[in-house]
């Protein structure tokens, strides 16, 4: 199912072809190189004073952890991602070792996820992230400490165009992509250059 974004000008395939399904093959298996690979794109993200602070825990499907993973996800994200190859939990180290805080480490680790998430779908597979789960929860499950922050699990394997999803799945995974207007997203009214032959104006 090709789901590109249909973008107002043109943006690297990856990204313009990059969605989330629910739709997982139950059959297929992460082996160990390909976990690697998803995990050493996520090491090399850009981060704050290169503090590295994401940490990630990698539950393949019928591993013990997965079962505990899959327990603290909210009802709404369990009955797909039950057939998901791997969940994984990513966390943020909030405090360093020395006891200093890391102001940046959530949106470090939102980096790190989203290379994950390019490098799976260079590789043929598919990222679904998740806010819905229980993050107490998740952090009793896997005796995380006040230092390292639940941030997001992702689902994570190859797409499986014939899976049955129960609604309301089905009909969210055909349904088209949309993003709000560039500009709505803008702090500044300045959406464009100015044309050939103008000169700068101030905003």
């Not at 993200?45 to 994401?54: I, L």
């Not at 470090?108 to 998430?117: E, F, P, R, W």
């Amino acid at each position: 199912m090709l789901k590109a974004a249909q973008t107002s000008v043109p943006i690297h395939p990856l990204l313009a072809q990059r969605w989330s399904p629910r739709g997982f093959d139950a059959e297929h298996q992460l082996d160990d190189q390909t976990v690697l690979v998803l995990l050493e794109a996520a090491r090399w993200a850009p981060s704050a004073a290169n503090s590295q602070p994401w940490r990630f825990l990698v539950a393949r499907r019928n591993e013990p952890a997965f079962a505990q993973l899959l327990a603290v996800l909210s009802p709404g994200n369990q009955p797909w991602a039950e057939r998901a190859s791997a969940l994984v939990l990513v966390a943020a180290e909030v405090v360093d070792e020395e006891g200093k805080t890391r102001p940046w480490a959530h949106y470090d680790t939102g980096q790190a996820v989203a290379a994950l998430s390019l490098q799976a779908e260079a590789i043929g597979l598919s990222a679904h992230q998740m806010g819905g789960f229980d993050v107490a929860a998740a952090a009793r499950q896997f005796g995380l400490d006040a230092a390292l922050s639940p941030v997001v699990v992702v689902a994570l394997g190859r797409r499986d165009e014939a899976n049955p999803l129960p609604e309301p799945y089905a009909a969210r995974e055909t349904a088209s992509r949309a993003r709000s207007p560039l500009s709505s997203l803008l702090l500044s009214s300045l959406l464009l250059a100015p044309a050939s032959g103008q000169t700068d104006q101030a905003a």
